[in-house]
């Protein structure tokens, strides 16, 4: 399962290059696995409420061509791995009117509680872990 | 009182018209306001541990010069009014080489609880609330 | 003329309050801004690509209540006044779900040329002015 | 040669999880390789002023554990690998109070001139290059 994500770019994203800058994908991505994570019925704000996090722990982004303001923009987000105690999700990004390859990348993730510590996914909340791993 | 915070932009802070982004003016402004709370002896940290927070109401700030990439900037930050139930702060944003003024700004804010339901700040924190008042 | 653009609050435009980052609103205005500009044919790119910059010489935000993580967010926008010296913006930010209003906002920009020089809009760019104005 | 930066957690570079958002990461490398290219007697925007751009093109960032509002922290940059294409930065994000490590990454830029075009370092700036690459 992916899920694709439409964006168009910010003037904000943009830096002096005339580019849009390279931080932003990070938050691109993440866009795309809110999206992915709602296509499973949950939403990641209700992961958030029943205290389960998915800080990063690892993060790589490959840029194949710059985007620019006003640029639309596709996200494609999937989710790589995902085991008890870990998830990790790569990313697409095009630009949707050429569908020219303009970055690509991987997020890692671990899941906790509040406080950031470990848990066991599949212990904690086996149907939504479920979801995901039968993916 | 008066706190001055020196700064250095940054790359990202930079948008295609190859000056600051007009938004990271009111991310300079709060760090003024970090300064300026920590000098009467709390940190804006141990003041939201209290529970206690700061959100605004309202953000006004005129641009008056552009700053570039790598610009050394002061932020000069003073208490403009402070009641029970508000405080205000006023900004001034400049060039520490040329002392060009760049920028001006005003921030209100409401005395808050966690969940943002206002609060009497001189009930609530009596000794903190007398500091900052005396200013 | 108005128009009205549909945003998905941003994990990455929260803060440790768990709420929206004052800061952000000054960039969805802007997202505002370019949806309207192309309303009238034309896009803010291309003003730019002119030599035509529009940089803010004002800001002023009113927040009324706070938006969270995954909210449906609508940025009304609408041109408030024109001169050829001078133009400004009001935004209305309102929850799509609730309709209710969060935030209002104003923004004063300058006709300026690539080196921020104040031009005479209707002199300049005579189609594009009238459009504007018409309106 | 190794520089090391001093910054500030930033109010702005938290998010609801109550952490500095990842994306800022890349921003503090940005930092970083700011000042460790002021040392070796150019700063960045010169070397942009000359039309030479060093744009991303790989970001890797591993993150050992969270920063927090206000937290101090030390960003330690040295250059990895110089060739006449390509330069890479590595970085560590320590907490200067505990000494903790937070975070280690890699960047990787190529030499492009305005438009993004690959260019041979050695010959367009032989001065800077040899300097860079004695290091």
Known sequence: METKTALTVRYAETDKMGIVHHSNYAIWFEIGRTDLIKRFGITYSAIEEMGIMLPLYELNCKYIAPAKYEDKIIVT?????????????????????????????????????????????EKIFPEIYSKLSSN
Do not use: M, Q
Request: charged share 25%; proline share 2%; with cysteine.
């Open 77 to 121: 987000t999937s989710i790589k791995e995902i085991s008890r105690a870990r998830i990790s999700f790569s990313y697409k990004v095009c630009d949707s009117v050429t569908d020219k390859l303009l970055a690509t990348g991987v997020t890692l993730h671990a899941w906790t509680d509040k406080n950031l510590k470990p848990i066991n996914a």
